[in-house]
């Protein structure tokens, strides 16, 4: 244990971060860590599983959860995604509510309410700071939410550019308790290497289907052989739920997929240090959003 978790005064926990799809979670995460932890896309509902990234500061060490976006369900995947934000409200001792420099709407509202029922310490963080050029719309927002709820602390931020960022973590700290650290200082994150791996592959993927397939495809490791030190095998299926879709992953003559598999590959490499073969395919599985089975094998459960 470090001699800073020893002395008096150090301060050890948990912080839930949540809010509505794209509202820059995962973005603020990353820049929290200064390690890219949760995969990033214009699109909404683009992280469906809680990643924990851990900050050590000095006098203490902080453990984050990003958590999907909380919209309304349509299908099993999407009330796991609620779910699983929820929860993680209920585990920490602090929730960072994410949201746009914009009126709060119905979802919003919803999201007041979860935390009023928890009736834990709760920071508003009006993130996207830097795509407002108008002060005073920004004051009559937080006007606005300090109106629903009596937060802790109301914060302006930029998760893209780091602006409020110190201070953020400076407030955090204070409100935590006293305790020793929970983890390794060299410990980022409780994932392991092959799901890291299945997040990039589908993040590349999105990010080449725009939106013609914005969530209906899910990634899954099938081998992972390591054949040295400097180089690991990777095999992995991309599962859509219709043939149209699987054409689309594919592209004209399988370029998109090999572009896919390009980009991921380069991006694995720099997250294992050494080599890397990736192999992709894809496959039709079908409504394997709303099966639960299928979801409790790709990890959804």
């Given at each position: 244990m470090s001699s800073e978790a020893e002395s008096a005064g150090f301060r050890f926990g948990f912080v839930s971060i949540i809010g509505k799809p794209?509202?820059?979670?995962?973005?603020?995460?990353?820049?929290?860590?200064?390690?890219?932890?949760?995969?990033?896309?214009?699109?909404?509902?683009?992280?469906?599983?809680?990643?924990?990234?851990?900050?050590?500061?000095?006098?203490?060490?902080?453990?984050?959860?990003?958590?999907?976006?909380?919209?309304?369900?349509k299908h099993k995947l999407g009330e796991f995604l609620v779910k699983t934000a929820v929860a993680a409200v209920k585990e920490t001792e602090l929730t960072y509510f994410v949201t746009d420099p914009t009126p709060a709407d119905d979802t919003d509202i919803g999201i007041i309410k979860t935390l009023k029922e928890q009736s834990k310490p709760s920071f508003l963080l009006i993130n996207k700071t830097d795509t407002v050029s108008d002060k005073s719309r920004l004051l009559r927002v937080i006007d606005e939410y300090r109106d629903l709820y009596d937060f802790s602390e109301i914060i302006p931020i930029s998760a893209k550019t780091g602006d409020g960022i110190d201070i953020l973590l400076e407030k955090t700290l204070r409100l935590l308790p006293e305790g020793p650290a929970g983890f390794s200082t060299d410990v980022l994150t409780d994932k392991f290497e092959r799901f890291m791996a299945a997040e990039i592959i589908r993040e590349k993927a999105m990010e080449l289907t725009y939106e013609e397939l914005p969530h209906a495809l899910a990634v899954e490791i099938v081998t992972w052989k390591e054949k040295s030190k400097n180089l690991v095998s990777i095999s992995a299926n991309i599962y859509v739920e219709k043939d149209s879709q699987k054409g689309i992953i594919i592209g004209k003559r399988g370029a998109l997929l090999k572009e896919t598999g390009s980009r991921a590959r380069l991006e694995i490499e720099r997250l294992l240090g050494a080599k890397v073969y990736l192999e992709l395919f894809v496959k039709v599985r079908d409504k394997w959003r709303k099966d639960a089975n299928t979801l409790k094998e790709l990890g959804y459960s």
């Open positions: 794209n509202v820059g979670k995962s973005t603020l995460l990353n820049k929290i860590i200064g390690h890219k932890l949760a995969i990033v896309t214009s699109r909404p509902q683009t992280t469906r599983n809680r990643i924990m990234g851990i900050k050590n500061l000095v006098g203490g060490q902080i453990v984050f959860y990003d958590t999907p976006g909380i919209h309304d369900a």
